[in-house]
């Protein structure tokens, strides 16, 4: 299979080691269906929900295995994990500091990887979702500012079903009776009339606002029912933005949605 950009021998083998071990073991804890992955033009910013911490491996299947090096925006800290952090490294995943120190170096990492027509994926949220069915959440400027910058288009690749494997924050796979993830690219996310204007805090939460709805309106397309008017905020809730710590009364509910299915860290 073709892939694009064109990438150095290491850059090649260290996905391919990637490949190699986590693919098989992926076809084999969960079937899957994949919706217009072959959509995905190169130099995009895509854009994802986040409600598992198994998510980053099922986007990255979907996008590898259709002809694309997919490349995160990952907590620097997961860089000093041994082992996954020379897997992270060799792989070109772009590091962010949460204290923002080292945000201007991830945005310069993001532009020339797009520059070459590189994907970079993006979790608006920067966490796993409060919101307590799941829905998207309230999310951060990163994914608008990099695309705004650079004039990426800004692509919604969403998923549905992984949740049933490994649980928000969940300890252990569930691995039977067998899963199944339905992986999804959307249309592009209309942001023409904010290019080439300063990047103010307004432009920027507007153009957030529109990337979460969008991401939002595709996630409804795979599950089916109603999402929220607006959508969670666990500033508002109480909650911290970070971690694993989710009141009791924020649990996910049962749910009957339509679908086949049940059910990169920002600044």
Not at 111 to 124: A, E, Q, S, T
Not at 243 to 248: A, L, M
Request: hydrophobic share 40%; proline share 9%.
């Amino acid at each position: 299979m073709r892939r694009t950009p064109a990438e150095p021998l290491g850059t090649r083998a260290a996905f391919g080691f990637a490949g190699a071990l986590v693919r098989p073991i992926m076809n084999a804890i969960i079937s899957r269906r994949w919706v217009g992955l072959k959509q995905i033009p190169g130099g995009s910013v895509v854009v994802s929900n986040h409600m598992s911490e198994i998510d980053p491996l099922v986007v990255a299947h979907a996008i590898y295995s259709n002809g694309h090096y997919p490349r995160f925006l990952a907590k620097a800290s997961l860089f000093k994990i041994p082992v996954v952090g020379k897997v992270l490294t060799g792989t070109g995943q772009v590091p962010v500091d949460r204290g923002g120190a080292g945000a201007g170096a991830s945005l310069e990492a993001g532009r020339k990887l797009l520059d070459r027509g590189g994907i970079i994926v993006v979790y608006p949220e920067g966490t796993l979702t409060r919101d307590p069915d799941l829905w998207p959440m309230k999310g951060h400027t990163g994914a608008a500012r990099l695309a705004l910058k650079t004039g990426a288009p800004v692509i919604p690749v969403v998923h549905w079903g992984d949740q049933e494997l490994l649980p928000r924050y969940g300890k252990s796979l569930k691995l039977f009776p067998r899963k199944r993830a339905t992986v999804k690219v959307g249309v592009p996310v209309d942001l023409d009339d904010l290019r080439g204007k300063p990047l103010t805090k307004g432009l920027l939460a507007e153009a957030t606002e529109r990337i979460m709805r969008a991401i939002t309106d595709e996630v409804q397309s795979l599950r089916g029912g109603t999402p929220p008017a607006e959508l969670w905020d666990p500033a508002a809730h109480g909650q911290a933005s970070t971690g694993r710590n989710i009141d009791e009364n924020t649990a996910p509910r049962e749910e009957s949605p339509t679908g086949e299915t049940r059910p990169g860290t920002e600044e």
